[in-house]
Structures are given as structure tokens and as C-alpha cells.
């Protein structure tokens, strides 16, 4: 099939740590950007992370700086998004979302159209 699938989300207390992939079937991440997008109740969807697998160009939003990492591992055509320091503000549903010839920045400031788009995987963090 065609598609991303994301996993690794879960619940986690503040501070703690948790590893989410993206994981692609039917193409190649590598010739794609990728995204992190996340989706809070209330809130609007947000752009965490966003990663270019021509060139390995990132960025990341504010608020998660120093705290996240994006990287790409060609081998298992999987993206991943290491957040660390979580806090109850990254609560939320994080989607993985891929587009053709576009620049990590200008993922992450658009909402769409892209390729393809995944299902999501729950992240809450409480004490």
C-alpha cells in the first residue's frame, strides 16, 4: 500500500521521553519532505517539525527547540521525531504528513495539499 503510518506515541509524564516514526510504504521518504504535525483539543493543528530528504535541511517551531530532534533513516525509510522534556503543552495527536520538492520551512508553514497523509498517534502527557 501507499500510505504513512506513524507510532511510538503514549502516555508520559512531564520530562520524560518518547520516540515517534513515521514509517513509508509504496515510495521513498528520501525524495520527500516530511512533517510533524500535531492536533490538541481546541487548539489548532500546529507544525512541530519539518525535514527535507534531498538535503536534510530541519526546522523546528519554538517551542519545541533544544527539546526535539527530526532525522531520517533511508535504510528503514522511516522518519522519526525524538522528543524529550515533554511538557503537558505537547499533548496531542501527531501526525506525519509527506510532500514532492518542497523546503523543510515551507512544510511546516503550510496546511496542505500533501501526498500523503497518516492516521496519527495519540501523545499525552500528564502526571
Known amino acids: 500500500q501507499v500510505q504513512v503510518v506513524e507510532s511510538g506515541g503514549g502516555l508520559v509524564q512531564p520530562g520524560g521521553s518518547l520516540r515517534l516514526s513515521c514509517t513509508a510504504s509504496?515510495?521513498?521518504?528520501?525524495?520527500?519532505?516530511i512533517g510533524w504535525f500535531r492536533q490538541a483539543p481546541g487548539k489548532e493543528r500546529e507544525a512541530v517539525s519539518c525535514?527535507?530528504?534531498?538535503?536534510?535541511?530541519?526546522y523546528y517551531t519554538d517551542s519545541v527547540k533544544g527539546r526535539f530532534a527530526i532525522s531520517e533513516d533511508d535504510a528503514k525509510n522511516t522518519v522519526y521525531l525524538e522528543m524529550n522534556s515533554l511538557e503537558p503543552e505537547d499533548t496531542g495527536v501527531y501526525h506525519c504528513?509527506?510532500?514532492?520538492?518542497?523546503?523543510?520551512?515551507?512544510?511546516?508553514?503550510?496546511?496542505?495539499?500533501?501526498?500523503?497523509w497518516g492516521q496519527g498517534t495519540q501523545v499525552t502527557v500528564s502526571s
Open positions: 504528513a509527506a510532500k514532492r520538492v518542497t523546503t523543510a520551512r515551507q512544510m511546516c508553514a503550510s496546511y496542505g495539499p500533501y501526498d500523503y
Open positions: 509504496g515510495f521513498a521518504l528520501h525524495y520527500y519532505t
Open positions: 525535514i527535507r530528504g534531498g538535503d536534510g535541511s530541519t
